[in-house]
């Protein structure tokens, strides 16, 4: 008898004996025969996170808890016994849906005729190991602060789909970035959460041995320990490497507990576990990695790990050992001010590397000179990004404008006066479209264009459909898109001021914040200094004046977060929350707190305009306005990152001409002006510019052009292909095309 058919059984008149008749409860929750055993399975493969439909189906099971827990499946599913599982399921007549989902994940697990097998077969069972500090694959699972982490999750997502056999190391946050909230003076708290391991989808890696994975670094000052789990995104697993673990020190204990909480000190030990015990944990699963790939410096100490076995298991010299390891090491730097590498003295270095270099037969100033420009200038501190581009044979910037910049900052590293001959190339960033996606606007692509067209994401002709679409149903999915945002930010606003203990009346206007007719810009990110959150504030007078006019108003929203130590940009976050105080832009400017994954996700679906004004050329690449395009917004944006090369003048707005002064505050004021400037010049006029149906035509033209040109290009499937070809392929051995690399 299967078990559904066992508890669709009339109740028993005496419960003791029913217990007696149940299969044991573990048996009934891991079975994939039943609806908790499906719906299980599927929390447990972060695959789930880019199907909206899937996502549905656990929110439709209770709507509220799952907003409430963040939207973690696993805790939700946590809530439910099997049997009211079960019974929720049939009153939602859910069991068609969750069946088809299984399926479909299964199919897809399963599948062996993707992209990989045909264009980086070589790669067969030597997967590329993709290493990075954090990963942002869903607000439910903490371990991410802002772009680079999800960008690491973007190329994972996009290498599962395209089949690249890559494997991912990274570290378990247990209080993974701090949650933001904003007092009643606007002033930034951070609060950190406790992950429990059970309300995530990891599993203890299991090594050869049939035992989870372990790893021990020795330092100078004891040893480090750390264990393994495993984290399954589609076809691609992510181990994370833990350090709370007995035998630690109950400092050690905490050293992977947060992300960048904390000094140098426990920066280079969590940099030693991440790379030294990061290498040491793929070989004790088992894994013969084909290529290292090192997102950012934080992980550059694998390399030297990678040598130090090559040395001990082949018998290589040193230097041959180095050459082995480059040739199979691409290297991606993410950082266009020097300031922004890590560095560390000696004194750390040799507490931390000592027994390294002792196993690798050279002396302290030989290992402080592979982290130096110049090996012997006993002054400079060792640098990850110089060892990272000594021991990579490839290396790439991600983004063109940022591939210059980074060429010119090293180029002493190659004694070279010439740029062009600095060996760093660029494969410019781009975004996981089936996670950024809206639902509506996916449907209005299905309709439009080819069957097939999601296996087809990097091809341009696939998107010049947009141009056949009718331009008002086209306004219509975004105008819809945009009060699903308003209808998210209102309830956030409501909840913060609920929070914070504040009048019934403050929360009913809230409820009532900005106006869907109302042209609307969002500009959310972390509130790093460069980023410039408040240029567009620099003049409230004119501020004022765009917001308040009675014809072609503004609204804008607001969100990000600052540094935990950075006071500078907690007091700008500060400034822009306590507007809501000003008559002149209550109700019209507002701030969502905690931005995430999950409000980010909002955000760039439902706006109109993207500002993104930072300081020139300090954004690498930036990835948010490309999660705009996709669902019909305009960009409207400094000449920075990967809008440098983006912009053609007929898909959105730049602000100035990509000129830059010697003295910051000189750019300020020029990139305030222009961007005051194409506002009133460019955008508002042309959003507000109707037809006798009341479309905005030229604008609408705009969203389509930005669409067929930007969409394919910015795409983290291209920009993972790109990886392939350009860099994977080529370190492992197979035929080079080696575009972008050295
Ligand atoms: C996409 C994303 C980012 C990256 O945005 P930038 O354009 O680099 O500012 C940062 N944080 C979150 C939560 C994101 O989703």
């Not at 028993?12 to 149940?22: E, G």
């Not at 429990?196 to 000052?221: K, M, W």
């Not at 041959?320 to 001010?337: I, M, S």
């Not at 990000?560 to 002149?584: F, Q, S």
């Amino acid at each position: 008898m299967s078990q559904t058919e066992d508890r669709s059984a009339p109740p028993s008149p005496t419960p003791r004996s029913a217990a007696v008749n149940h299969p044991p409860l573990k048996l009934l929750e891991l079975s994939p025969e039943n609806v908790y055993g499906k719906c299980q399975a599927l929390a447990g493969n972060l695959w789930w996170s880019w199907h909206p439909e899937v996502a549905d189906l656990f929110r439709e099971l209770d709507p509220i808890r799952f907003r409430q827990l963040d939207h973690n499946p696993i805790a939700l599913l946590a809530e439910f016994t099997p049997e009211r599982l079960e019974a929720r399921a049939a009153e939602l007549v859910l069991h068609s849906r969750i069946n088809h989902a299984y399926r479909r994940m299964k199919e897809y697990l399963a599948a062996d005729n993707t992209w990989s097998t045909v264009h980086a077969g070589v790669l067969g069972s030597k997967p590329v190991v993709y290493f990075s500090a954090e990963f942002g694959i869903h607000e439910s699972v903490p371990i991410y602060s802002g772009g680079l982490g999800v960008l690491a999750g973007d190329h994972v997502k996009s290498a599962s789909g395209l089949g690249i056999p890559l494997v991912a190391v990274g570290l378990f946050y247990k209080q993974g970035y701090f949650k933001q909230q904003l007092d009643l003076d606007g002033y930034q708290h951070e609060e950190y959460l406790h992950s429990r391991v059970e309300t995530l989808p990891l599993e203890p890696a299991i090594g050869t041995d049939g035992a989870q994975v372990t790893v021990a670094i020795e330092t100078r000052s004891g040893q480090i320990r750390a264990q393994l789990w495993k984290m399954a995104v589609g076809r691609v697993s992510l181990y994370l490497l833990d350090s709370d673990v007995e035998g630690n020190t109950p400092e050690d204990r905490q050293l992977t507990g947060r992300l960048y909480g904390g000094d140098n000190r426990i920066r280079i030990r969590q940099e030693l576990v991440l790379g030294v015990g990061g290498v040491r944990a793929i070989r004790a699963l088992g894994i013969v990695p084909g290529v290292y790939h090192l997102n950012e410096g934080h992980s550059v100490f694998a390399t030297l790990e990678a040598v130090r076995v090559r040395m001990a298991r082949d018998g290589y010299s040193f230097d041959d050992a180095v050459r082995k390891v480059a040739r199979q090491t691409v290297f991606t730097t993410h950082t266009p001010v020097p300031a922004g590498h890590d560095r560390f003295d000696g004194g750390l270095m040799e507490e931390h590397l000592g027994p390294m270099r002792d196993a690798l037969g050279i002396s302290h100033d030989h290992l402080m000179g592979l982290g130096r420009v110049d090996p012997g200038n006993h002054g400079e501190p060792f640098c990850m990004t110089v060892l990272g581009l000594k021991f990579s044979r490839r290396a790439n910037a991600v983004s063109a404008l940022h591939g210059h910049v980074s060429r010119r900052m090293w180029k002493d590293l190659w004694g070279s006066h010439v740029e062009e001959e600095v060996p760093i190339g660029h494969i410019t960033n781009g975004v996981h479209v089936p996670s950024w996606l809206s639902a509506q606007m996916l449907q209005l692509y299905d309709r439009l264009f080819p069957a097939n067209w999601f296996r087809r994401l990097g091809e341009p002709d696939v998107w010049q459909r947009i141009h056949d679409c009718d331009p008002g149903e086209l306004w219509e999915t975004h105008y819809a898109l945009k009060n699903l945002l308003l209808q998210f930010v209102r309830r956030r606003l409501a909840r913060q001021c609920r929070r914070r203990g504040e009048s019934e009346a403050t929360v009913e206007a809230a409820l009532k914040v900005l106006d869907p007719n109302v042209l609307t810009i969002g500009f959310a990110r972390r509130f790093a200094t460069y980023k410039r959150a408040d240029l567009v504030l620099g003049e409230l007078d004119t501020m004022a004046r765009l917001v308040g006019d009675p014809d072609r108003p503004i609204q804008l929203i607001f969100a990000g977060k600052a540094h935990p130590a950075d006071e500078p940009g907690k007091g700008l976050i500060r400034k822009i929350a306590n507007l809501r105080h000003d008559p002149r832009f209550a109700g019209r400017v507002v701030f969502v707190e905690d931005y995430d994954i999950n409000v980010c996700r909002h955000l760039i679906q439902g706006v109109d305009v993207w500002l993104n004004n930072p300081r020139r050329p300090l954004e690498a690449s930036g990835t948010s306005g490309q999660k705009v395009v996709l669902n019909g917004g305009l960009n409207c944006s400094i000449l920075d990152g990967w809008w440098a090369e983006a912009f053609d003048g007929r898909n959105g707005f730049a602000i100035g001409r990509g000129e830059t002064h010697a003295d910051p505050a000189v750019t300020d004021a020029r990139d305030a002006a222009a961007l005051y400037d194409v506002l009133e010049k460019e955008v508002i006029p042309l959003f507000y510019e109707r037809d006798a149906d009341g479309l905005p035509r030229t604008w609408i033209k705009m969203m389509k052009n930005s669409i067929s040109s930007l969409a394919w290009r910015f795409s983290s499937h291209r920009m993972v292909m790109d990886y392939a070809r350009a860099c994977y392929v080529p370190a492992a051995g197979g035929l080079s095309c080696d575009m972008h690399a050295r």
